[in-house]
Nanobody, 123 residues
Framework: QVQVEESGGGAVQAGGSLRLSCTFS????????MAWFRQAPGKEREGVSC????????YYADSVKGRFTISRDKGKNTLYLQMDSLKPEDTAMYYC????????????????WGQGTQVTVSS
């Protein structure tokens, strides 16, 4: 059974940083698109960032460009999201996902998901 597990969430003040990690239990998933999504209470899930190993491309939501950086460590089957200059509006549950997708920041095509890690940013 494939497992996807996020970690690294927490509570920080505005302007602070966090690094989220996502570990995949099978290395084959690492050949697929890997992404971070987030969902705040009462809001829809939104794509934050995606990395496509086949092309080496990275994608970011406009709201996080210049502040967040996605990366991976293939040897550790781990995906990261470095989040800097955090804002209160970044508060959400953050999810990691993998899949074969045509629209990197749309959640519908991803079929492997973690349980999420909470990020809370206070002003």
């Amino acid at each position: 059974q494939v497992q996807v597990e996020e970690s690294g969430g927490g509570a920080v003040q505005a302007g602070g940083s966090l690094r989220l990690s996502c570990t995949f239990s099978v290395s084959s998933l690492f050949d697929r698109a890997m992404a971070w999504f987030r969902q705040a209470p009462g809001k829809e899930r939104e794509g934050v960032s995606c990395l496509t190993p086949s092309t080496g491309n990275t994608y970011y939501a406009d709201s996080v460009k210049g502040r967040f950086t996605i990366s991976r460590d293939k040897g550790k089957n781990t995906l990261y999201l470095q989040m800097d200059s955090l804002k209160p509006e970044d508060t959400a549950m953050y999810y990691c996902a993998a899949g074969r997708v045509t629209t990197p920041l749309e959640s519908g095509e991803y079929n492997y998901w973690g349980q999420g890690t909470q990020v809370t940013v206070s002003s």
